[in-house]
């Protein structure tokens, strides 16, 4: 028999259960071959791996209905616990407690989003991050490898299963000098890490976003930052690993306390370090292949999920 376990953070569990248990016993009624135990903002659901999958599911679907409107009556229930899933057909996850298909949603957004891997390559990260610490998502320009990886950062935050998310990347001008953008050292290197507040903006609500910057829950900064650092209990990300030098990459990957799981994303056909410098990403895809823990993905133009011309131009400058 397979358990898991959630804990109802930042809402009113009495909302989630209703007045005297009525939305208890309605969920109870709609899983009648799992047994679920609530005490106080923990669950606890015990009961086979299908039943706990679908139970999963819905059940993050009605805790995220609670965060967004602060309520929840009888009929929004009834309505959440209806909506039909259906799950491919992958291996089991369930050796870690609270985890399910790469094919579920990875996370729920604001304003209805759902973000979940969309191509066979993105669910190989979401699979990969379960059993590796170091995992390296390569590939061209809106193959999702940096989304992905975002949304597998929030996940792992909402579940409590780490205490932090560190998203850096180098600082490298891509036409323009650093030096000659208005403002302090902040105002600098925002539009480099723009990309980043973009996921998250689309999966954490603003508000609380903004708490988790201004607590640090959540960091982003330029990757010369993790220098002397040790950084655990967290995940981490490592954007536009492709224009980090050699030295850097080292200095990033030593930066790992025993309790993080790092992300290195990267594009190796857009490198804007200057041509006497070796990419650190192109040396560590090549000596760090055989390590055990370190799984590398290699994402291509059949991942690409912006615009359906994004795939022709990839194949365009890659006959170049």
């Given at each position: 028999?397979?358990?898991?376990?959630?804990?109802?953070?930042?809402?009113?569990?009495?909302?989630?259960?209703?007045?005297?248990?009525?939305?208890?016993?309605?969920?109870?009624?709609?899983?009648?071959?799992?047994?679920?135990?609530?005490?106080?903002?923990?669950?606890?659901?015990?009961?086979?791996?299908?039943?706990?999958?679908?139970?999963?599911?819905?059940?993050?679907?009605?805790?995220?209905?609670?965060?967004?409107?602060?309520?929840?009556?009888?009929?929004?229930?009834?309505?959440?616990?209806?909506?039909?899933?259906?799950?491919?057909?992958?291996?089991?996850?369930?050796?870690?407690?609270?985890?399910?298909?790469?094919?579920?949603?990875?996370?729920?957004?604001?304003?209805?989003?759902?973000?979940?891997?969309?191509?066979?390559?993105?669910?190989?990260?979401?699979?990969?991050?379960?059993?590796?610490?170091?995992?390296?998502?390569?590939?061209?320009?809106?193959?999702?490898?940096?989304?992905?990886?975002?949304?597998?950062?929030?996940?792992?935050?909402?579940?409590?299963?780490?205490?932090?998310?560190?998203?850096t990347r180098p600082a490298v001008e891509a036409g323009e000098n650093l030096g000659f953008?208005?403002?302090?050292?902040?105002?600098?290197?925002?539009?480099?890490?723009?990309?980043?507040?973009?996921?998250?903006?689309?999966?954490?609500?603003?508000?609380?976003?903004?708490?988790?910057?201004?607590?640090?829950?959540?960091?982003?900064?330029?990757?010369?930052?993790?220098?002397?650092?040790?950084?655990?209990?967290?995940?981490?990300?490592l954007d536009e690993a492709q224009n980090a030098t050699d030295m850097q990459l080292k200095?990033?990957?030593?930066?790992?306390?025993?309790?993080?799981?790092?992300?290195?994303?990267?594009?190796?056909?857009?490198?804007?370090?200057?041509?006497?410098?070796?990419?650190?990403?192109?040396?560590?895809?090549?000596?760090?292949?055989?390590?055990?823990?370190?799984?590398?993905?290699?994402?291509?133009?059949?991942?690409?999920?912006?615009?359906?011309?994004?795939?022709?131009?990839?194949?365009?400058?890659?006959?170049?």
């Amino acid at each position: 028999m397979n358990e898991l376990k959630f804990i109802i953070d930042n809402i009113n569990p009495a909302t989630v259960w209703g007045s005297n248990n009525e939305h208890f016993e309605i969920t109870r009624k709609h899983f009648p071959k799992i047994k679920i135990v609530a005490r106080g903002n923990e669950v606890k659901v015990l009961g086979d791996e299908a039943e706990l999958m679908a139970f999963r599911e819905k059940f993050q679907g009605i805790i995220d209905h609670v965060d967004k409107f602060q309520s929840l009556n009888t009929n929004d229930l009834e309505q959440l616990l209806a909506t039909k899933i259906q799950y491919a057909d992958e291996p089991s996850l369930f050796n870690k407690v609270g985890l399910g298909s790469s094919a579920d949603p990875i996370v729920f957004g604001p304003n209805g989003i759902v973000v979940k891997a969309r191509t066979v390559n993105q669910r190989r990260m979401v699979d990969s991050i379960h059993h590796n610490d170091v995992l390296f998502a390569v590939g061209p320009a809106g193959t999702g490898k940096t989304y992905t990886a975002v949304a597998l950062a929030v996940r792992a935050l909402k579940n409590k299963e780490i205490k932090r998310i560190i998203l850096t990347r180098p600082a490298v001008e891509a036409g323009e000098n650093l030096g000659f953008l208005p403002g302090d050292l902040k105002e600098k290197v925002d539009p480099y890490l723009r990309p980043l507040y973009d996921a998250l903006d689309d999966m954490i609500p603003a508000e609380k976003l903004k708490v988790y910057l201004e607590n640090r829950t959540i960091e982003i900064a330029p990757l010369a930052f993790m220098r002397g650092r040790t950084l655990d209990n967290c995940y981490v990300i490592l954007d536009e690993a492709q224009n980090a030098t050699d030295m850097q990459l080292k200095m990033f990957l030593t930066r790992m306390g025993p309790s993080a799981k790092f992300i290195v994303t990267g594009d190796i056909t857009q490198i804007d370090l200057p041509k006497v410098q070796q990419s650190g990403l192109k040396t560590a895809l090549r000596i760090l292949t055989d390590i055990k823990g370190i799984d590398m993905i290699y994402l291509s133009g059949e991942d690409v999920v912006r615009h359906k011309l994004v795939k022709n131009i990839l194949k365009a400058y890659g006959d170049i």
